[in-house]
């Protein structure tokens, strides 16, 4: 592509090219014109003093011709002399313009026909000037002098020559001149065009080059002031857009901007993982089309049809898992009231869904649990008032009775606040050395009666009688009482429960395996939570509170730990506890 600056170039050039043009056809005009003119003059002059010397003779016969022939080669000019018909009477020159002699008589003829004495006539290559030649005052003939202007012509060819070289050299200089003037001036244009393309492009870090301040410093100027002023305002953008994209994608809630045309334009990432999908499914497509869930199309539809605010709760299968969602949807109208499109916002509230339900199940079963014995407390105290005291067998048995419920009633009293008292931020461990195969030795003599009432095999197995670590002892002795009296409750009789330790570089791993009822996997979740029973008649009967678990995984946890089950239904269960010999401050 032909730049501006050769354009312009170019076109000054041709300007300058035509006026020399027109200059030199002027000035060759001009010399030519001023060098026939000066022939001419000259001719006047020199036949003016030769027709004056002349008329003082008495007659043509008295001029010599060997005079009028050194004047000629004196003057360089053809002479000639004719009488008053045009008959040559004397001739002297080069003799190179014969057809001027030949049409001497049609000349006289015209000349006598015109009332001037005098007359300058001839052609491009010679010239001549007559004048009449009168003796004694008779005219007797005519005097005509001609100049061959042929011999001229290299004097004046060599002044053209002169002129043109001096047109060429002043061209040229105007050349460079003008070359110097447009890359002078042209230069900053260049930079500011090419700054004004990156700036178009999109690169606002371009910069031109300021120099003095003429109309093309205040252009680079104002254009650097632009170029910093569009820098900064797109930086300014980009903050805000790298923040707005950051708390869109990081939000804890889902989001799902749809268009007017109901084209998905954004899609979270909290979103993506709640519903588990890729932008790529969704981004530039028809909402109806890629959303697999009839309830969310359906309160799409209600706001385009209502162009109101919708807030509902749905509660939707995905991927084989039920969860509930406060959604919350709003039409975005913009200016002029310009229907823009729908921005849904999905608050996933499975969770508190799950605490309000576990907060109702514990209100019911902490009614249950506290019910069952004092119902049973007031049963037989009724019992004994109305006259059972009298039966001392009845009465022993009664009031056993009342002691089990009662100290039933104690256990589940203490271990709601064993387990309120964990779950406060304040709670401490006392924490020092211990020997853990010392505090699984000690569990296991404290129940060693109840698994020989069940005849169940107590079995505990390490490779070493000194397992080192620190922790709370009295806490841990309260977790491996509340996993191994589990196993043996859970047990049927004659089954194995075993006890194993097991030393790691940085940890100590202790596993409680029964061969007992076994849990179901889709249970294994919700044993820890409070009340929750696998089996609600054994365990009530095994006198347990529903607690123990949760109170255990609060006490490994409080010990930076780790809780794990694995289970077959039918063939047992195995709990593994992964305990720090360090504890992690």
Do not use: C
């Amino acid at each position: 592509m032909i730049t501006f600056k050769s354009r312009l170039l170019a076109s000054l050039l041709l300007i300058v090219a035509i006026v020399f043009l027109v200059l030199g056809l002027f000035i060759y005009q001009l010399n030519k014109s001023s060098y026939i003119n000066s022939s001419n003059i000259r001719l006047e002059r020199e036949s003016t003093l030769l027709a004056a010397k002349m008329a003082k003779l008495d007659s043509m016969d008295d001029i010599d011709a060997n005079e009028i022939k050194e004047y000629s080669e004196l003057l360089d000019l053809q002479i000639t002399i004719t009488d008053a018909k045009g008959n040559i009477f004397m001739d002297e020159g080069d003799k190179s313009h014969e057809e001027f002699l030949k049409s001497l008589s049609t000349v006289v003829s015209k000349m006598s026909s015109q009332p001037q004495n005098e007359y300058t006539g001839g052609d491009t290559d010679f010239h001549y000037y007559w004048k009449e030649l009168a003796f004694n005052g008779e005219k007797q003939g005519y005097l005509f002098l001609g100049i061959d202007l042929s011999s001229q012509e290299d004097a004046y060819q060599k002044m053209n020559t002169y002129v043109l070289a001096a047109l060429l050299i002043a061209f040229v200089l105007i050349f460079v001149i003008g070359l110097t003037l447009v890359f002078r001036y042209m230069r900053p244009i260049e930079s500011a065009a090419k700054v004004a393309v990156d700036l178009a492009k999109g690169n606002y870090h371009a910069r031109t080059y300021e120099d003095n301040m003429d109309e093309t410093g205040i252009l680079s100027s104002s254009l650097n002031k632009l170029a910093k002023n569009l820098q900064e305002m797109v930086k300014a953008q980009e903050i805000q857009q790298d923040r707005l994209g950051t708390l869109i994608e990081n939000i804890g809630s889902g989001l799902l901007l749809i268009d007017s045309r109901g084209y998905i334009n954004l899609v979270n990432r909290a979103y993506k993982d709640l519903f588990m999908v890729n932008s790529s499914e969704y981004l530039y497509k028809l909402y109806y089309h890629v959303i697999e869930h009839r309830e969310i199309s359906d309160l799409v539809e209600e706001i385009f049809m209502t162009e109101h605010k919708v807030v509902k709760q749905l509660q939707l299968n995905i991927h084989f898992e039920k969860k509930s969602f406060q959604v919350y949807g709003v039409p975005i109208i913009g200016t002029n009231d310009m229907w823009m499109g729908i921005l849904l916002v999905f608050h996933d509230i499975t969770e508190l869904k799950k605490l309000e339900q576990i907060r109702k199940d514990f209100v019911a079963n902490v009614s249950h649990e506290l019910k069952t014995p004092i119902t049973s407390i007031k049963g037989f105290s009724e019992t004994l008032l109305d006259g059972a005291m009298d039966n001392k067998e009845a009465l022993v048995e009664f009031l056993q009775i009342i002691l089990k419920e009662s100290d039933r009633l104690q256990s589940l009293i203490q271990d709601l606040l064993d387990l309120t008292k964990l779950e406060q931020h304040n709670f401490s461990l006392v924490k020092e050395p211990i020997n853990i195969v010392d505090i699984l030795e000690e569990v296991r003599k404290l129940l060693s009666n109840k698994a020989e009432a069940k005849g169940i095999q107590l079995e505990f197995e390490r490779l070493s009688n000194e397992v080192w670590m620190e922790g709370d002892r009295a806490r841990l002795i309260q977790v491996f009482m509340n996993l191994i009296s589990n196993a043996i409750s859970y047990t049927a009789n004659g089954g194995t429960v075993t006890v194993s330790v097991e030393e790691k570089e940085k940890n100590i791993s202790v596993s409680v395996a029964d061969t007992g009822i076994g849990i179901e996997t889709g249970e294994i979740p919700r044993i820890f939570e409070r009340f929750y029973r696998v089996d609600k008649a054994r365990s009530r009967n095994s006198g347990g509170t529903g607690l123990g678990l949760a109170i255990v995984k609060h006490l490994v946890e409080l010990h930076k730990g780790v809780i794990k089950v694995d289970s077959e239904v039918g063939k047992g269960t195995i709990f593994t506890v992964l305990l720090h010999k360090r504890f992690p401050y």
